[in-house]
């Protein structure tokens, strides 16, 4: 007897008890089940919602394999410079380089994965329903979206809260109103905000390091790695095209959060999930037109001479509007988190209203956060929170749109055949 | 005969669970949200409002009779007003860190929803002693959660309560910060107080389905 009939076994013993969803959950997962319903017709399609999340886990695995790598090539960057003339097999898909992300990037995955997972079986058995698929895709995106060094325990709280503020409390998967893998990082963020910023901790060890030297510790050198909005927020535009070209920026060789770096693989995986026709394109195309629009306008502030090299503002409203999209966690934001079709706006008419005010915001908190020179996240979990409103008003207008064209009809008089009178609108 | 019949005991307990000023009538948020970073401000504000309530409803039982309805929310304010002058006055000269602590929030025991709404809701129809009972409970029942608020708050955002380390030294990093713990800045900030209320709601209506409200 195979796996698939012992796990059968299993689940038919556990049947009606209180354990039954932790036990179905294992068996859905690996297999699809052999029963079918007994009354009734069901006609449905294949993509379902299992079907829809590993699509998207599929459209992360290039960026999870890439963000293995970069921790080690950042790493050792960081400590020995980086390479000269650049070559691929060389200095980034080495087995050093691997290893590294390998003790830091698993580990994040592992705990993210377990502890979502383990709360999503604790509320089924609890509430009696079957385990939900809806943490698949937020486990793979959380240990992309937080600082390489971050402490597992503490992922592991932000996790905790993350499932039950950001989903179970609103009822489950499909009812949260905030994307989870976003409020995870956003309670990461004000919780521990010294984990989560500066120029310490994007790069592995360099806090240790630093905390070693601080000790007296004589025997460390001390690396650090800006990213490349955090050398724009203090001005030092010319000290960061030192080190980064835009090819790196494109191409994802820069310190930042694991896995928000890669925009070329970025990109590919949005096309990926455009043609298999889970996430809209409507959302990605108006976020990148609205961080377009809102990158213009600073470059024009700047052109115009109302913000000088003496403002601090002056070197992310510098910085060439196009080149926000490839730095940071905008694209990532875009492709992977603006368009969970829960949280975000569900007519078509409101999705570009909604992504363009994503790409909009962030690119403006950005330049305006004081704290932080980044505010993806924060736009998208702000935009999540008007997605209904949006919603709502997209519908009322279509519902006036129609009353009227309803006012402006006339009652054709009945005609010489005696038909009964119709009703023609007239197009508006 | 017992101090208090059957009918007043409620008119105490009834408050502090199933009849709670915050997670049943979610009146005094606000406050509720503001000062409770810290244990010390939360139980300070407890007292105060015990105080304020207490005798303001016995204050405005006894001329229950007495105030024409039309202005009766003016007199209402005046004996609010007059009350938190006394523990604004009293906490600035006996305490006068931690009324700047609470700046602002004292004053503002008067918009206090629940005080208002205790001396519309009861103390203009019941009897002093009654109403005494009525505002003792209910301002005991607000404080009670402002202080389970603010124990969890101030421990897990500062890791101290009272102002005393408990945790051990964030800085030395000794007792528990030893193991790489550190303070959670999140519940230091308004929103944290919220989403604490929340659970504690969320607690309560789990132990008494009676309280969940239908759709």
């Known amino acids: ?428 | 005969m017992a101090l208090l019949s059957k009918k007043d005991t409620s008119l105490i307990l009834d408050p502090l669970a199933d009849n709670n000023p915050i997670t049943i009538q979610v009146l005094g948020i606000c406050s509720a949200l503001a000062i409770t970073a810290e244990l010390e401000a939360s139980i300070v504000m407890a007292v105060a409002v015990v105080f304020v309530l207490g005798i303001g409803n016995v204050v405005i039982s006894l001329m229950r009779n007495i105030i024409p309805s039309k202005i009766r929310i003016i007199v209402q304010l005046i004996v609010v007003a007059t009350l938190v002058i006394v523990v604004d006055q009293v906490l600035k000269a006996f305490a006068y860190e931690l009324s700047k602590t609470l700046g602002a929030f004292v004053g503002l025991i008067i918009t206090n929803c629940i005080i208002m709404g205790r001396f519309e809701a009861f103390a203009l129809a019941n009897g002093p002693w009654k109403s005494f009972l009525d505002g003792i409970g209910n301002a005991l029942g607000y404080g009670v959660i402002l202080i389970i608020v603010g124990f969890f708050r101030e421990l897990l955002g500062s890791g101290t309560l009272l102002g005393i380390p408990v945790l051990g030294d964030p800085i030395l990093k000794t007792g528990l910060y030893a193991t790489g713990y550190e303070n959670n800045g999140f519940m230091i900030i308004p929103p944290a107080a919220l989403i604490v209320v929340g659970i504690i709601i969320w607690v309560q209506r789990a132990r008494t389905p009676a309280l969940v409200e239908e759709n």
């Not at chain 1, 290039?62 to 293995?68: A, G, K, W």
């Not at chain 1, 999503?120 to 995106?141: D, R, W």
């Not at chain 1, 992309?144 to 992922?155: A, E, R």
């Not at chain 1, 309670?187 to 601080?214: C, H, N, Q």
């Open chain 1, 1 to 428: 007897m195979g796996l698939k009939g012992k796990l059968h076994e299993i689940k038919q013993k556990y049947k009606g008890k209180k354990m039954a969803p932790a036990f179905n959950a294992i068996h859905t997962f690996l297999y699809a089940p052999d029963e079918t319903t007994h009354n009734g017709s069901h006609i449905r399609g294949a993509d379902d919602l299992k079907r829809t999340m590993n699509t998207v886990i599929m459209a992360l695995v290039p960026v999870l394999i890439f963000s293995i790598f970069n921790a080690g090539y950042q790493h050792f960057s960081a400590l020995n410079g980086f390479p000269e003339n650049f070559s691929l097999m060389d200095h980034f898909l080495t087995w050093d380089n691997a290893w590294i992300g390998i003790i830091k990037v698993l580990p994040l995955l592992a705990v993210s994965y377990g502890v979502g997972l383990l709360v999503e079986f604790i509320f089924a058995v609890i509430k009696g329903h079957e385990v939900e698929e809806g943490y698949l895709v937020t486990g793979i995106l959380v240990p992309l979206i937080v600082p390489i060094d971050t402490p597992l325990w503490m992922l592991a709280v932000a996790v905790v809260f993350g499932v039950v503020i950001g989903k179970e409390v609103f009822g489950g998967t499909g009812m949260n109103i905030l994307n989870p893998a976003l409020t995870i990082r956003a309670f990461l963020f004000f919780a521990y905000p010294t984990w989560m910023s500066g120029d310490k901790v994007w790069v592995y060890e360099a806090r240790e390091r630093s905390e070693a030297i601080l000790a007296g510790a004589t025997d460390v050198d001390a690396i650090s790695g800006e990213t490349v909005l955090g050398y724009l927020a203090q001005n030092k535009g010319a000290a960061m095209d030192q080190v980064y070209s835009t090819w790196d920026m494109f191409y994802g060789f820069i310190p930042g959060s694991v896995g928000e770096t890669p925009t070329l693989l970025i990109l590919l995986g949005g096309l990926f999930l455009i043609f298999s026709k889970i996430a809209s394109w409507r959302i990605m195309l108006s976020a990148v037109l609205g961080s377009l629009v809102m990158g213009l306008i600073f470059n024009q502030v700047v052109e115009m001479g109302w913000v000088t090299e003496t403002s601090k503002f002056y070197g992310l409203m510098s910085f060439d509007f196009w080149k926000h999209l490839i730095v940071g966690g905008l694209a990532f934001g875009i492709v992977y988190m603006a368009t969970d079709p829960v949280t975000g706006a569900q007519t078509n008419k409101g999705k570009w209203y909604y992504g363009f005010f994503i790409g909009f915001l962030s690119v403006m908190i950005r330049v305006f956060n004081p704290a932080y020179p980044e505010g993806v996240f924060l736009a998208i979990l702000l935009m999540n929170v008007f997605a209904p409103t949006i919603d709502h008003y997209v519908v009322r207008g279509n519902v006036k749109r129609r009353m009227k064209r309803l006012e402006n009809a006339v009652i054709l008089p009945k005609d010489s055949d005696g038909k009964a009178a119709e009703l023609q609108a007239e197009t508006v």
